[in-house]
């Protein structure tokens, strides 16, 4: 898996000649469930008006899974009729807690032509966008798939012209080196009726331009520009390459999954509200950690909000001030503190 991605627990809707299928799709990182006696368990569940109805109870070993191993389960319900209303839900057996809950209605359609819901797949050259067209008559088609990432215009391609009366599925590969962190949604057009699906990818993709760029100041930061130089340099083409020496050098994949993890954590504790850069909150608390003591001063009357972040056990302090009012704390030098107290 080249970049990492959250829960994912989606209904797809797939209308053929003779049938329906309706089928609850789940993709979980194992580390979402709780572990008792290194043992997950879950409840998927799928129910169609009119339909059928499916409750599926699982559980799995889990005590040799590593930090990012994934959980892939789904469920299924087979009918006829194009008009319905589904319930699918998603809970750990272990915790009690409803990881996720979706109520959807049956997917508006065209007078000639049945549409299958947005379909997405992870692979090692990208992310498949996927549709299966149902006609009812001998029907010509136009298709397109795009997406829209998080800090981007739409991007839409166009596939060849075709004709058919039959059930036919299309795809489109979306390469991995346009893909970035941050949410996307994929997008489907056939002869104007319109299918799209959001996804969240929450780790960096390092063939991804900006997402390399925004993991240098990171790397940077921790390490010193002396450190990355090399990786800094190397071109697009040995990037990867490079990227796999840097962390040899400093103790492998193990070092390296250790150190993104604390990374995302970081930038979900402490969000940027700029597109191409992580905040210095997030910087300091990837390098060195949770602070020992937090002095949070949020609410002033006069001045603006600050933060002192103390690490007795390394003799730091480090200082971040609100200046724009929009929770995105800078760091200034210790001396600021005579400015603003």
């Keep these: 898996m080249f970049f990492g991605q959250g829960l994912i627990f989606a209904v797809q809707q797939f209308f053929y000649r003779d049938s329906t299928v309706v089928i609850a799709k789940m993709v979980a990182p194992a580390r979402r469930?709780?572990?008792?006696?290194?043992?997950?368990?879950?409840?998927?569940?799928?129910?169609?008006?009119?339909?059928?109805?499916?409750?599926?109870?699982?559980?799995?070993?889990?005590?040799?899974?590593?930090?990012?191993?994934?959980?892939?389960?789904?469920?299924?319900?087979?009918?006829?009729?194009?008009?319905?209303?589904v319930v699918a839900e998603l809970s750990d057996e272990n915790s009690g807690e409803v990881l996720k809950r979706i109520k959807e209605k049956s997917l508006p359609q065209a007078r000639d032509f049945l549409l299958s819901s947005l379909n997405y797949e992870y692979t090692d050259s990208g992310v498949v966008l996927s549709l299966l067209i149902s006609p009812k008559k001998r029907v010509k088609f136009r298709v397109k798939f795009g997406y829209r990432k998080q800090w981007s215009r739409k991007r839409m391609y166009d596939l060849p012209e075709f004709t058919t009366d039959r059930d036919t599925s299309v795809s489109f590969l979306i390469p991995k080196g346009e893909l970035s962190y941050g949410r996307i949604r994929f997008l489907a057009e056939v002869n104007g009726l319109k299918r799209e699906t959001e996804a969240l990818f929450n780790q960096f993709n390092i063939l991804n331009d900006r997402d390399f760029k925004v993991l240098l100041a990171v790397l940077n930061f921790v390490f010193g520009p002396e450190e990355t130089k090399a990786l800094s340099e190397a071109p697009k083409d040995k990037r990867k390459e490079a990227w796999e020496e840097f962390w040899e050098k400093r103790g492998g994949k193990r070092a390296e999954e250790e150190f993104m993890e604390r990374l995302y954590t970081a930038m979900r504790l402490f969000p940027s509200s700029f597109r191409a850069r992580v905040s210095d909150r997030a910087l300091v608390y990837t390098k060195f950690g949770p602070p020992d003591e937090v002095e949070s001063h949020p609410y002033r009357m006069e001045g603006k909000p600050y933060e002192i972040w103390y690490y007795h056990r390394l003799g730091k302090v480090f200082v971040f001030v609100d200046f724009d009012g929009t929770g995105d704390y800078r760091l200034v030098p210790e001396s600021y503190l005579e400015t603003i107290r």
């Design 33 to 85: 469930f709780v572990k008792k006696r290194d043992t997950i368990r879950w409840r998927i569940s799928l129910k169609v008006d009119r339909g059928c109805s499916r409750v599926e109870y699982r559980r799995l070993y889990a005590g040799n899974f590593g930090p990012y191993a994934l959980i892939r389960d789904s469920v299924r319900c087979t009918f006829r009729g194009e008009r319905f209303k």
